[in-house]
């Protein structure tokens, strides 16, 4: 997740080598994607945390069931398009405009949270929502015993949040744009 907003001025911008400057209708195409990718980065995140606090909260097996179905069915359609359509995005973004990747560290830190995000959430994110899914098939009917599920149910809640955090953090750097400059 890079920028939301348009470059810093031509007074405190350092000219970035036109071979590598965006047009204007590429960097407004490109924020587009990114805006759209990323947010639904973050809603889908919410969507899971729904779906995980439903479980968590129920007392109805077949509800549990049906939350815990859902949730890898969620994440395999939409984790790796959209992080890495928002990893891309950002990239071009950060490497197409005056920001640059390394120049501001507001947008360092948001392409480290980024690749971070992309790389926990295809590698083990995802396998989480596998786990909940094979839970629900191992009880098929009747009640399911929480000593059955073990963490997975705070499991699910806590990698939720710590996500939503994170993409939030994102927000709020695009449009702060805390800390300046790098030296």
Known sequence: MTDVSSPPSSASAVRTPSRLRL?????????VVHLITSMGWLTLMV??????????????????????RAMPLLGDALVLPLSLLSLISGLILALGTPWRLFRYRWVAVKFWLTLAATAAS???????????????????????ARMHLGFLPYNLVIISCVAIALYTTNVVLSVVKPWGRRG
């Open 47 to 68: 969507c899971v945390l729904v779906l995980a606090l439903c479980a968590l909260a129920t007392s109805d097996a077949d509800t549990l069931r049906t939350a815990y």
């Open 122 to 144: 295809n590698l083990a994110f995802t396998a989480r929502l596998h786990d909940a899914a094979r839970a629900a098939a191992r009880h098929p009917t009747g009640s399911i």
């Open 23 to 31: 047009s204007p209708a590429a960097r407004k195409t490109t924020l």
